[in-house]
């Protein structure tokens, strides 16, 4: 398997524009995570989804972060609209299923750039 | 309220000595407890994990202890090399099917 796959790798956008991140999970997986990483705030959680359902979105910091997971295979993570505090990477991680017995597995990241 | 601290400071060592790392942890009461090593520029890759019930978990040159007492885990590299350099993060859980939390991670830097 390819493991996770994350698309763009890089996206630099300007200020009130509308971001799409993309992410394929690994196949057979049915927990999908996104996360947001910085260095002030280090690696947090926005939202996951098991078997394509929403399952908790408390991390998701307002209601310009929007996620879906249309099927198994294909996630979306989208800013709209877009503010320079948004700049971070963002990380898509699949695993077999939910809870902290599995590990989970991370995509390479798509580092955004809001100016 | 919960809180997982790893030393944010550099941990600087000579190749081929034993690297110990610290996740400490509070308001938790985590099942699984789970090691993390992330390269610049790479997603988090997994390395190991330990249960509630065991004390110690080892692969090749990693060990990992759990106390669940002390709220602490402690993460060990022996016979460490230039190549071990990176960004450790430990994750925890809550109960049931809850998710992962992460530390922040402390960077490891290993000179020949």
């Known amino acids: 398997d390819a493991g996770v796959i994350q698309s763009p790798r890089h996206e630099v956008t300007e200020m009130g524009q509308e971001v799409t991140l993309r992410c394929k999970p690994i196949?057979?997986?049915?927990?999908l995570f996104w996360y947001r990483q910085t260095m002030m705030r280090g690696l947090e959680l926005l939202i996951y989804?098991?078997?394509?359902?929403?399952?908790?979105d408390s991390g998701m910091p307002e209601d310009r972060f929007s996620a879906k997971m249309p099927n198994a295979s294909f996630s979306t993570l989208k800013i709209q609209p877009s503010e320079p505090r948004d700049s971070a990477v963002y990380f898509c991680?699949?695993?077999?299923?939910?809870?902290?017995?599995?590990?989970?597995?991370f995509g390479p990241g798509t580092r955004l750039t809001v100016t | 309220s919960q809180k997982i601290e790893q030393n944010s400071e550099a941990l600087n060592i000579q190749e081929g000595k034993t690297a110990t790392l610290t996740c400490n942890y509070t308001?938790?009461?985590?099942?699984?407890l789970q090691w993390y090593r992330q390269d610049p520029g790479r997603g988090p890759v997994f390395l190991l994990l330990?249960?509630?019930?065991?004390k110690e978990k080892r692969k090749e040159r990693l060990k990992v202890t759990f106390d669940t007492t002390l709220k602490q885990s402690l993460f060990h590299i022996t016979a460490s090399q230039p190549a071990d350099s990176a960004t450790y993060l430990c994750?925890?859980?809550?109960?049931?099917?809850?998710?992962?939390?992460f530390g922040k991670g402390t960077m490891l830097l290993v000179s020949p």
């Open positions: 196949s057979g997986h049915n927990s």
């Open positions: 994750a925890l859980d809550g109960r049931g099917y809850s998710t992962l939390t």
């Open positions: 991680a699949s695993s077999q299923d939910r809870g902290g017995s599995y590990e989970q597995y």
């Open positions: 308001n938790y009461s985590p099942a699984y």
């Open positions: 330990i249960r509630e019930n065991e």
């Open positions: 989804f098991n078997n394509n359902v929403p399952i908790d």
